[in-house]
């Protein structure tokens, strides 16, 4: 998305969420968006085969109890 559109958009849904927005917070929106736009389509445009897959979800074990029996911090 190029400058101008990138700005209408950010100006269009400011205004439709009521979002008081001036001219230069405006531009700083608009910037960063296209930042971010261009960090996804580097990372839509990495090559995955079919067999690649997600990690697995963090999941912590317990805190082992203390070695006084107390298990507070």
């Known amino acids: 998305m190029n400058d101008t ?3 209408a958009y950010v100006e269009t ?3 439709l969420l009521r ?3 001036d001219a230069a917070r405006t531009q700083r929106v608009a910037l ?3 930042r971010t736009a261009v960090m996804a389509a580097l990372l839509e445009a990495a090559p995955l085969a079919a067999h690649d ?3 697995e979800i963090y ?3 317990a805190f082992p109890p203390n070695d006084d029996g107390c298990d507070q911090l």
Do not use: G, H, V, Y
């Open 13 to 15: 849904t400011a205004a």
């Open 32 to 34: 960063n968006l296209q």
């Open 53 to 55: 897959e997600p990690a």
């Open 59 to 61: 999941r912590p074990a």
């Open 5 to 7: 559109r990138m700005l």
């Open 19 to 21: 979002l008081p927005l």
